[in-house]
């Protein structure tokens, strides 16, 4: 695309941002679009919407539904439509492993689009430079001794054209926002999905630490317990002083409710008799005598 030179709007030598226009505000935020009259010129900021829209329209296309493939493969190619099997697969996916592929699903689309974005600046170099190249006739020269005014004037215009557009490319501020804005969205993404994955991996674990927490009612409940579970059970079963398992009871916010029926299987059942005793003797670093003979 060929961008018009506009005198009063040269393109700014540093990209220092107007501190008193942004203090506090988010800078990547959309701001208002001007009404384009259709009589009058149109601006570099309308040029600069229109080829952005353009630039979405052509490179921005999504397949309904999408498939981003896996890691191990080519990450540049195009999206596939994605079989109703997978879909099934991605449905009765947990909420955390969904956010997990989520997030990996994010990070590979974003090397896709960077990928379209380059190319895409790369083709507009080509032609600017290519259009620069041409707008200027090297083989013509002002007339040595010329006095008419319009053509010294238009000389000059034309190689303050041309000298512009090599010292101080219009484009490249462009570029510069563009890759800053994917950025920016891609990052807020990011950010979202790994709050939710915290937030998500918080409740499971407190889930897990309450569903552990939990007197076992069965010896198949006991066995599925963590290690520290099964050796606090192994103490309180082991107890025959009141006064203790009140206490371990206040302390673990156990019931008695919860403990009676796995307390009614231990008196019954002398082989869980025998593998709880292993287990205090154990912890109490005691030797089984029967391991001498």
């Known amino acids: 695309m060929t961008y018009m030179y506009l005198p009063d709007t040269l393109s700014p030598t540093l990209r220092l941002p107007n501190l008193q226009q942004y203090d506090g505000k988010n800078g990547f935020a959309p701001t208002q679009i001007e009404e384009i009259s259709e009589d009058a010129e ?29 890691p191990t493969s080519n990450l540049f190619h195009m999206p596939i439509t994605v079989s109703l099997e997978q879909m099934r697969e991605e449905n009765e996916q947990d909420e955390l492993t969904a956010i997990k592929n989520r997030i990996v699903e994010v990070q590979q689309q974003h090397l896709v689009d960077l990928q379209r974005l380059y190319t895409f600046h790369a083709e507009e170099y080509y032609d600017e430079a290519v259009d620069r190249y041409l707008s200027k006739d090297e083989l013509m020269y002002l007339p040595e001794g010329e006095n008419n005014p319009a053509i010294v004037e238009g000389y000059a215009q034309l190689d303050g054209v041309y000298t512009e557009a090599r010292r101080n490319l219009h484009q490249q501020n462009l570029w510069e926002d563009e890759i800053d804005e994917m950025r920016y969205a891609h990052l807020s993404l990011l950010t ?27 010896i198949e409940d006991y066995h599925g317990k963590a290690k520290d579970v099964q050796h ?9 002083d009141t006064a203790k398992q ?11 409710r919860q403990v009676a029926p796995l307390q009614e299987i231990y008196r019954k059942n002398p082989a869980f008799q025998s593998e709880i005793l292993v287990t205090i003797m154990d912890l109490s670093n005691i030797k089984d005598p029967r391991k001498r003979l």
């Open 42 to 70: 149109p601006t570099r900021t309308q040029l600069d919407i229109h080829r952005r829209a353009q630039y979405i329209l052509t490179q921005k296309d999504r397949p309904i539904p999408s498939y981003v493939p896996p």
């Open 192 to 218: 979202s999905l790994y709050e939710r994955q915290k937030a998500e991996e918080a409740r499971l674990e407190e889930e897990r630490r309450l569903r552990e927490a939990d007197f076992p009612t069965s």
């Open 232 to 240: 606090r059970v192994a103490r309180f079963l082991v107890l025959d």
């Open 246 to 256: 009140e206490k371990m009871l206040s302390e673990f916010h156990w019931a008695w």
